[in-house]
């Protein structure tokens, strides 16, 4: 998801306890096999399968798992029924909501993710409400253990087509258009530079920072929709300290 740290929320995730790290597996699973299907096997060609697997490389998926799934995209022994949907709405303190979705039964989904945007002090919106304030991007996270000479980074990034890095205290964000991902991922690959995190995501124009019972209640959503085995990605604009 994208929230006041990419870098917080990958390390969120990487601690997160089996039932929770479960779900990220099979959701993972999921995207990849509906990437295969949509566009074959071959993630040369196909970027959403390409990106699914770096997904799955960043959460430590295990092998099996991901051939398991590639297996089942080429057999079209499941999933054939899912549908994606995207669902926008507001979160506490009028915070900015997207999910990507992907269901078998819109109306399930519909009402537990109404009912969950209604417990946490938010509540669904129409097609558009929230949209224009994100824009797809192309970012990647370069821990500063694995990589420490920024100057040397951000020349290798920016002549691959980076729009922009910035540094935060443990890692480098670097943030591009989503047709510059494969050249960046590229060049950072020639150069041994391993990334914690390498994805095509939502990245809000704007942050709405939050404290307090606003800032707790917006954690609680973000958590109670990312477990919900319907909702494959939370995007979001609030910003909130670490601490």
């Not at 980076?162 to 950072?188: G, N």
Request: with cysteine; glycine share 10%; charged share 30%.
């Amino acid at each position: 998801m994208s929230g006041h740290s990419k870098w917080a929320n990958i390390k969120r995730k990487k601690g997160a306890n089996d039932a929770i790290r479960g779900k990220i597996t099979t959701k993972i699973g999921r995207e990849i096999t509906i990437a295969v299907r949509m566009g074959g096997a071959d993630p040369t060609g196909n970027m959403r399968l390409k990106l699914a697997l770096s997904k799955a490389k960043s959460n430590n998926i295990p092998k099996d798992n991901i051939k398991r799934a590639i297996e089942k995209g080429l057999g079209n022994s499941e999933g054939g029924n899912y549908e994606e949907l995207m669902y926008e709405g507001y979160g506490p303190a009028g915070t900015a909501v997207m999910l990507d979705i992907l269901t078998d039964n819109r109306n399930r989904t519909a009402a537990d993710v109404r009912h969950l945007f209604s417990k946490y002090g938010g509540n669904l919106g129409q097609d558009g409400c929230v949209a224009w304030m994100f824009k797809k991007k192309a970012v990647f996270i370069v821990e500063k253990e694995v990589f420490d000479d920024e100057d040397a980074l951000m020349e290798i990034v920016l002549e691959a087509g980076a729009e922009d890095m910035k540094a935060e205290d443990e890692v480098f964000e670097i943030t591009a258009e989503p047709e510059a991902f494969d050249a960046i991922e590229q060049a950072l690959g020639e150069k041994g530079i391993e990334t914690a995190s390498a994805e095509v995501t939502m990245v809000p124009d704007t942050t709405v920072h939050l404290e307090g019972k606003d800032a707790d209640k917006m954690q609680q959503l973000v958590d109670a929709l990312e477990e919900n085995d319907d909702v494959q990605n939370v995007y979001s604009n609030y910003d909130i300290d670490e601490e």
